[in-house]
């Protein structure tokens, strides 16, 4: 019996087998991360691209869009602005740029006014004749998109977390 002992114990054949078994969980949980990773660093950058286009879309919009600084809610411009963001395009068809962008209101729309002397473009060039008195309109664009994990998916963890971008633009005018 001793010796059909020891005959197991050196026998060599389905080491392989056991060493594969144990590494397999760990080397697919770093292929499936690293496959998060990209999707989610991705995702952000469509979500960045997003809301740049949208800030320069509403900046080229006519001053009369922005009379009094303030974007006028509901309106036009903000909801074209919103699509442009969520869509790529104005009239809001096609497809949205990621699956959990479902919904406009996502995306908001504000504008400040600057309104201190210090700069050289208050009151100058095309600021001059704006309706609110040469003060400078600047648009913000910011936007909240949820990203749904792909271990989320899998029931694996948290299911989703949120995607943030903003970004500004002074408005010139059409």
Same mark, same amino acid.
């Given at each position: 019996m001793t010796r059909s002992l020891a005959a197991?114990?050196?026998?060599?054949?389905?080491?392989?087998?056991?060493?594969?078994?144990?590494?397999?969980?760990?080397?697919?949980?770093?292929?499936?991360?690293?496959?998060?990773?990209?999707?989610?660093?991705?995702?952000?950058?469509?979500?960045?691209?997003?809301?740049?286009?949208?800030?320069?879309?509403? #900046? =080229?919009?006519?001053?009369? @869009?922005?009379? /009094?600084? +303030?974007?006028?809610?509901?309106?036009? %411009?903000?909801?074209? *602005?919103?699509?442009? #963001? =969520?869509?790529?395009?104005? @009239?809001?068809? /096609?497809? +949205?740029?990621?699956?959990?962008?479902? %919904?406009?209101?996502? *995306?908001?729309?504000?504008?400040?006014?600057?309104?201190?002397?210090?700069?050289?473009?208050?009151?100058?060039?095309?600021?001059?004749?704006?309706?609110?008195?040469?003060?400078?309109?600047?648009?913000?664009?910011?936007?909240?998109?949820?990203?749904?994990?792909?271990?989320?998916?899998?029931?694996?963890?948290?299911?989703?977390?949120?995607?943030?971008?903003?970004?500004?633009?002074?408005?010139?005018?059409?």
């Open positions: 197991l114990i050196g026998n060599r054949r389905g080491s392989a087998a056991v060493e594969m078994a144990l590494v397999l969980p760990i080397l697919l949980f770093l292929m499936c991360g690293a496959v998060e990773a990209g999707n989610y660093f991705l995702s952000e950058h469509v979500v960045d691209k997003a809301v740049r286009d949208a800030a320069r879309y509403a #900046a =080229r919009l006519p001053f009369a @869009d922005y009379s /009094g600084c +303030a974007v006028p809610s509901p309106g036009d %411009a903000e909801t074209q *602005t919103q699509r442009v #963001a =969520r869509f790529g395009d104005p @009239d809001g068809t /096609g497809n +949205a740029r990621l699956v959990g962008w479902t %919904a406009d209101s996502m *995306t908001t729309v504000t504008i400040s006014c600057d309104t201190s002397t210090g700069h050289s473009y208050v009151n100058n060039g095309i600021y001059a004749d704006f309706p609110n008195g040469g003060e400078v309109p600047v648009i913000t664009v910011t936007a909240t998109v949820p990203y749904n994990t792909f271990f989320g998916w899998l029931g694996l963890g948290s299911a989703s977390l949120s995607l943030y971008a903003t970004s500004q633009a002074a408005v010139i005018g059409a």
